[in-house]
């Protein structure tokens, strides 16, 4: 089944804890990107990568860091959490960039930062 | 630099009437605009996109939307509202390469029997 996968789905932890979420897809998509949803926000973008190394800044993109070491994952860190930044994050891919393709979104990471 | 904003947080209908949910926009050149659907808790599903062909887009689950450039709008329509309709709704704005996407704030649409 084509999917964008996210791990973990949920996730409490406490300040400064350095931490990763995974997103891994199975669709051979060159673009993919990060999105944080907050209530009365809508999403906004994190990072987007375009392929294999290649990463750029979103909107907000603050206390994150990416690596696109692989077409198919691209994972997000946290490495000095703060309760700023809990939020529900989705990761998405498409098949290329340049192009009005749709996004593909995986289900979703809750993350508390206390 | 490319913004939206969706004029209602919460839209109520009853079964069967017609739906509007309506996002204006802002963007420096010939927009592509999206409207994403969000059922709860899960990701979100693409619903119809505009990309300078058409200005009447026609999407999936029977809704559509038309881009009216004098209006900078987007607002996406459906004759006859369903119960599994019931979503939170989100009109989205690309930049000029494709790369970067603005969302609206969201419009949590109630479906009501």
């Known amino acids: 089944e084509a999917q964008v996968t996210q791990n973990p789905r949920y996730l409490i932890t406490v300040t400064g804890k350095k931490l990763t979420v995974t997103c891994s897809q199975n669709?051979?998509?060159?673009?993919m990107s990060w999105y944080r949803q907050d209530p009365g926000l809508g999403l906004r973008q994190i990072y987007y990568?375009?392929?294999?190394?290649?990463?750029d800044k979103g909107d907000v993109p603050e206390g994150y860091k990416v690596s696109r070491k692989e077409k198919r994952n691209f994972p997000l860190i946290l490495e000095s959490p703060s309760p700023n930044q809990t939020s529900l994050y989705f990761c998405?891919?498409?098949?290329?960039?340049?192009?009005?393709?749709?996004?593909?979104f995986g289900p979703g990471t809750r993350l508390t930062v206390t | 630099a490319q913004s939206v904003t969706q004029l209602d947080s919460h839209v109520s209908v009853s079964e069967g009437t017609p739906v509007l949910l309506r996002c204006n926009y802002s963007s420096s050149y010939s927009p592509s605009l999206f409207w994403y659907v969000q059922h709860p808790n899960k990701g979100l599903q693409l619903l119809l996109k505009?990309?300078?062909?058409?200005?009447l887009v026609k999407g999936i689950n029977g809704f559509e939307a038309e881009f009216k450039k004098s209006e900078t709008s987007f607002h996406l329509t459906k004759p006859s509202a369903h119960m599994s309709d019931a979503a939170e709704y989100f009109c989205?704005?690309?930049?000029?390469?494709?790369?970067?996407?603005?969302f609206g704030s969201g419009t949590k649409l109630n479906v009501k029997p």
């Open positions: 989205v704005v690309s930049d000029n390469n494709f790369n970067k996407f603005y």
């Open positions: 990568s375009m392929n294999v190394e290649v990463t």
């Open positions: 505009y990309t300078s062909a058409a200005t």
């Open positions: 998405a891919s498409s098949p290329t960039w340049g192009l009005s393709y749709e996004q593909y």
């Open positions: 669709m051979n998509h060159e673009y």
